[in-house]
C-alpha cells in the first residue's frame, strides 16, 4: 500500500486565494483526519469522517475552513479566502474501525503558506 | 479537559538512553501511544501500550506506563542519530479520540 497520499506537499499562496489540499486514505480504512500543526499551537484536530461522513468538525477554525469526503478514497481541505495565519502544515491521516489501538497513518503532509 | 503534557525538549549524547516522559490526565484512557515525527515528514506510530499493561518492550524501545500516576515514558536505547526527531504522546480517550502531547524534540550530541 502507498500509504496516506496528500497533495500539494507544498502551497505558496496570497492572502485571500482559495486553497485546496487533497488526501487520499488507505484503502480500507475508514476514519480520516485533518489536523494542523503550527510551532505555537502544536498538532490540532481539524475534523474527522468516518465512512465519508463529517462526525467532529469543532476543531475548523471558522467558516473559512471546509472539508468534504465525497468518497471513500478521496477528501479536500479548502480555505477561502486564505490568511497568513492559516500558514501551517496540514496532515491527512486515516484508520480503521476494529483495529482496537485505533493506530492513525499520516500523510507526509502540505505545507502552506500565505503570504 | 483532557490533556496531556511532555517537555519540549531532550538532549542526550549518542549511544546513551534517552527517556522521554509524558503525563496525562484522563483515567479512563484505554490506549497510550508514541509517535515518532522526523523533519518535513509526517507522524509515524512507533509503539502503543494497552491500559491494563504496564511495560512493553520492541528492540531498544521500552514503554512503561504508571496508571497510578497518569505517567507514560518511552526509554530509547543506544540512541543513534537516526533517532533525532520529535516524539508525540497521545493517549485514546473515552470518546475514542486521541489526545496530543506537544511534542518532544530528541537532540542527539555527538
Known amino acids: 500500500d502507498a500509504g496516506v497520499i496528500q497533495s500539494p506537499r507544498h502551497e505558496v499562496t496570497e492572502m485571500g486565494q482559495e486553497v485546496t489540499l487533497r488526501c487520499k486514505p488507505i484503502s480500507g480504512h475508514d476514519y480520516l483526519f485533518w489536523y494542523r500543526q503550527t510551532m505555537m499551537r502544536g498538532l490540532e484536530l481539524l475534523i474527522y469522517?468516518?465512512?465519508?461522513?463529517?462526525?467532529?468538525d469543532s476543531g475548523m477554525p471558522e467558516d473559512r475552513f471546509s472539508a468534504k469526503m465525497p468518497n471513500a478514497s478521496f477528501s479536500t481541505l479548502k480555505i477561502q479566502p486564505s490568511e497568513p495565519r492559516d500558514s501551517a502544515v496540514y496532515f491527512c491521516?486515516?484508520?480503521?474501525?476494529?483495529?482496537?489501538?485505533?493506530?492513525?497513518?499520516f500523510g507526509a503532509g502540505s505545507r502552506l503558506t500565505v503570504l | 479537559g483532557e490533556d496531556v503534557e511532555q517537555s519540549l525538549f531532550l538532549s542526550v549524547r549518542e549511544g546513551d538512553s534517552s527517556v522521554i516522559n509524558c503525563t496525562y490526565t484522563?483515567?479512563?484512557?484505554?490506549?497510550l501511544y508514541w509517535y515518532k515525527q522526523e523533519p518535513g515528514a509526517g507522524l509515524q506510530l512507533l509503539t502503543y501500550i494497552f491500559s491494563n499493561m504496564d511495560m512493553k518492550q520492541d528492540q531498544r524501545l521500552t514503554v512503561l506506563l504508571n496508571k497510578k500516576d497518569k505517567h507514560l515514558s518511552l526509554r530509547i536505547a543506544d540512541t543513534q542519530t537516526g533517532d533525532s526527531a520529535i516524539y508525540f504522546c497521545?493517549?485514546?480517550?473515552?470518546?475514542?479520540?486521541?489526545?496530543w502531547g506537544a511534542g518532544t524534540k530528541l537532540i542527539i550530541k555527538p
Open positions: 491521516a486515516s484508520s480503521r474501525t476494529g483495529s482496537g489501538a485505533n493506530v492513525l497513518t
Open positions: 484522563d483515567s479512563s484512557s484505554t490506549y
Open positions: 497521545a493517549e485514546k480517550d473515552s470518546n475514542y479520540q486521541l489526545i
Open positions: 469522517f468516518n465512512n465519508n461522513v463529517p462526525i467532529d
